[in-house]
DNA sequence: GTCTATATTAGGATAGAC
DNA sequence: GTCTATCCTAATATAGAC
């Protein structure tokens, strides 16, 4: 009698059920804008019964943001760890577009849902991305002292540089396309180390 | 009688004091998340009232992408008219940044905001980002025909690796910082065509 | 652990007086 | 051009049976 649209039966229903189908709607239709009922007609419940796993919708997003965090913070460090000096900024390059292909839905949310968040979360989620940030800066701080980086630019803004063109790959970057993400970081490191510009030329 | 938090009173209210304000309201919490009360209150009417200016809350949104997207796509077009060819890209980079950060409340709703519109307007303003990108791709494969430009990386990838580098800057760019866009422009241009390896190095 | 039924609040938008 | 009053719908979340 009713309209079941795809009804997932992936197993028994937990919480982490919700989390992941929750990424995937409130990055199509945002946070706000997705409702409770479309979050239960997706993974094939009543509404009431969301509530057996989750406390509230806002949860969900928290958990969404930590857990996207948490896992590129912790590849990221790791990556780094393992790598020579000279290939440790290419490893994080590449380490980070991995996490946030494979993680795209819930990276998206992250970066662009944080502030629906309640003051208190909002400010861990806040603190989480400058950890985050703050590895990245010590490895460019790192990379100028040994003069591999240039030294005429902040490392605060080497930093942002690099997150613009990493975290908003995710917005163009198509699964179906030919290039894997290892290609798409190659491209990119190619293109943060040396530029666009063709070698020998002085503008 | 009535909490008034800050009434406006700047002359008289038009279209385009809701449109400014929602801008505003949009982008600090969102545009599904942004209420008809809020606005009412920001602008100082009663909520009855927006609507002898405007007949949705989504024509706001709609008339927000549509001008900030005219709004750099015209200074564009001129600034890189005017200059000479190899000076095209770096005019292109220093306008985009002066428009995108003099209308931040704009052009950060029309990034973020896109796909809340209704299928018919979010397919206006896709042609008109695609107008725009097109502008861009353009210069760059004339830089690549005149060996200015690396002609390794695909025209597109340069394309949207300069968009990530310019779109999302408005995101931790802040007005009372010491920087100006000029300034910021410059910085960009410098690494986008020459990257960050410090000159010489080769890895 | 999932259901039906419902409480409660608030959303966008309209009617019609002034 | 702005107001008061209100319509209608839908939102999140809860109560309590099975």
């Known amino acids: 009698m ?5 009804p997932p039966a992936r197993g028994p229903i937990t919480a982490d059920t919700l989390v992941v189908a929750a990424a ?10 997705t409702t409770t009922r479309q979050l239960s007609e997706v993974v094939g419940l009543q509404r009431a019964s969301l509530y057996h796993h989750i406390r509230t919708k806002e949860d969900l997003l928290f958990e969404i943001c930590v857990r996207s965090l948490n896992n590129i913070i912790s590849a990221v460090r790791a990556s780094v760890g393992d790598a020579a000096h000279p290939d440790r900024l290419p490893a994080l390059i590449d380490t980070h577009l991995q996490l946030a292909l494979q993680d795209q839905d819930m990276h998206a949310t992250m970066l662009i849902e944080l502030n629906q968040l309640s003051p208190t979360r909002r400010a861990t989620i806040v603190a989480m991305r ?11 701080r790192a990379g100028q002292k040994a003069r591999r ?7 605060r803004h080497l930093t942002l540089a690099l997150l613009n063109l990493l975290n908003w790959t995710i917005f163009w970057y198509r699964e179906d396309s030919a290039e894997t993400p290892r290609e798409l970081a190659q491209m990119l490191t190619t293109l943060y180390l040396h530029g666009a510009a063709a070698a020998g030329v002085d503008s």
Chains 1, 2 share one sequence.
């Open 24 to 33: 995937r709607l409130f990055r199509q239709r945002g946070y706000s804008a």
């Open 149 to 155: 980086l240039r030294q005429d630019l902040s490392a």
């Open 130 to 140: 400058s950890e985050y940030e703050t590895i990245i800066r010590d490895e460019i």
């Open 2 to 6: 009713q309209e079941r649209p795809t």
